[in-house]
């Protein structure tokens, strides 16, 4: 009975972290679709994009579906253990093992995804810098959403302002550049975002700050992953001691 007693708590204690994981994973997953969206949509509008570039937007559904998966393995686990159940502890170490096998899959591509992504977002430049020249303050949709991209990015143009020099947007406000792409503080000494004003503000380009946000979420899963990997392996060797503690009762 101390035995029993002390592998249903360790189940709890496990599944408790697991179900915690894959809340914390599932809340990433949508940071990453909410803080990387108006980028990726912009990206995966241009003309000739590479079909590669639609992997960058499914990692925030591909979390999310880690993140749910593990709420339900988490709930499965503690039910396993509270009504000692062979069929669910088994089914939630057969669940386990997969999940585990595919993230040991899922480590092996995250080691090469961001080398990917930078060298898509790197062969993307030239194509991104046309639509600039040839939509920017002409076309409303791709206006608006380099707009809310720079505001949420905090960045400007694709590498820096002057990638907006030979936009319509520059040509008919007689060289002023999007509001974005200056230091507040400067635009309210000199009073418009000029070439000057935004020299000085030195604001990054959003391939920058895109792959900078590639960079931190990759480390953030990469912890997450390690950490719930330790989880699985514990709670596997548990849940069949368990299984076949209540075989040996039966």
């Known amino acids: 009975m ?34 990387s969206s108006s980028m990726l949509d912009l990206l995966g509008s241009l003309e000739g994009a590479p079909p590669q ?22 709930f499965l686990g503690c039910c396993g253990a509270i009504k000692e159940s062979k069929c ?32 898509l977002l790197d062969d993307l430049e030239v194509e991104v810098i046309k639509s600039i020249e040839k939509d920017y303050g002409e076309s409303q949709s791709l206006t608006s959403l380099w707009n809310a991209t720079m505001e949420e990015l905090k960045c400007c143009g694709y590498r820096n302002y002057t990638n907006f020099d030979d936009s319509p947007f520059h040509k008919e406000h007689g060289g002023i550049y999007p509001d974005p792409c200056c230091n507040t503080t ?6 418009v975002c000029s070439d000057t004003a ?13 792959l ?27 849940s069949m001691t368990l299984y076949k503690q209540i075989g040996r009762k039966g």
């Open 53 to 74: 570039l639609a992997q960058l937007a499914n990692v925030s559904y591909l979390l999310m579906a880690a993140g749910a998966v593990l709420l339900v393995i988490g």
């Open 212 to 238: 900078q946000l590639i960079k931190d979420n990759a480390l953030i899963i990469a912890g997450v992953a390690l950490g719930i990997s330790a989880l699985e392996i514990a709670a596997m060797v548990v």
């Open 186 to 191: 400067i635009t309210d000494t000199i009073g």
């Open 2 to 35: 101390c035995c029993s007693g002390f592998l249903k708590t360790m189940m709890f204690i496990f599944n408790g972290c697991i179900f915690l994981a894959g809340a914390a994973i599932l809340g990433v997953g949508v940071w990453v679709k909410v803080d």
């Open 88 to 119: 669910m502890l088994l089914t939630f170490f057969i669940i386990v093992l997969i999940i585990f096998l595919a993230e040991v899959a899922g480590a092996v591509v995250m080691l090469v995804f961001q080398p990917l992504a930078e060298k």
């Open 198 to 210: 935004a020299r000085l503000s030195m604001i990054d380009g959003c391939f920058n700050k895109l």
